[in-house]
């Protein structure tokens, strides 16, 4: 399973930009799928996460703010940022959960993006 993101980019504070992305490769399906970040000299945090459900997670800095969903027929993910502020800096990674082959006995992987930065101008 490749990721690929898209949709990060210099952004003034209060601004609302949206994140993207998509899986591709061999997928039997997809569990998990979510955003994490890292900012320079910290460690990466969960930011948010849906299951295939639509069940969904947020860290507590960004609920109220950000928003994810998922498209399952597409097997892509969106981050909905509003509201941003300078402390929303950070390289943003998309992340996946998926099955390794086409059944619960092979077991899952997590799967990650390459990373996009969102930088926020104050």
């Known amino acids: 399973v490749q990721l690929q993101a898209s949709g990060g980019g210099l952004v003034q504070a209060g601004g609302s930009p949206r994140l993207s992305c998509a899986a591709s490769?061999?997928?039997?399906?997809?569990?998990?799928m979510g955003w994490y970040r890292q900012a320079p000299g910290k460690q990466r945090e969960l930011v948010a996460a849906?299951?295939?459900?639509?069940?969904?997670n947020y860290a507590d800095s960004v609920k109220g703010r950000f928003t994810i969903s998922r498209d399952n027929a597409k097997n892509t993910v969106y981050l909905q940022m509003n509201s941003l502020k300078p402390e929303d800096t950070s390289v943003y990674y998309c992340?996946?959960?998926?099955?390794?082959?086409?059944?619960?006995?092979?077991?899952?992987?997590?799967?990650w993006g390459q990373g996009t930065l969102v930088t926020v101008s104050s």
């Open positions: 849906i299951n295939s459900g639509g069940t969904t």
């Open positions: 490769g061999t997928i039997f399906s997809i569990y998990g």
């Open positions: 992340w996946c959960n998926a099955p390794r082959g086409p059944g619960y006995s092979y077991g899952s992987y997590d799967y």
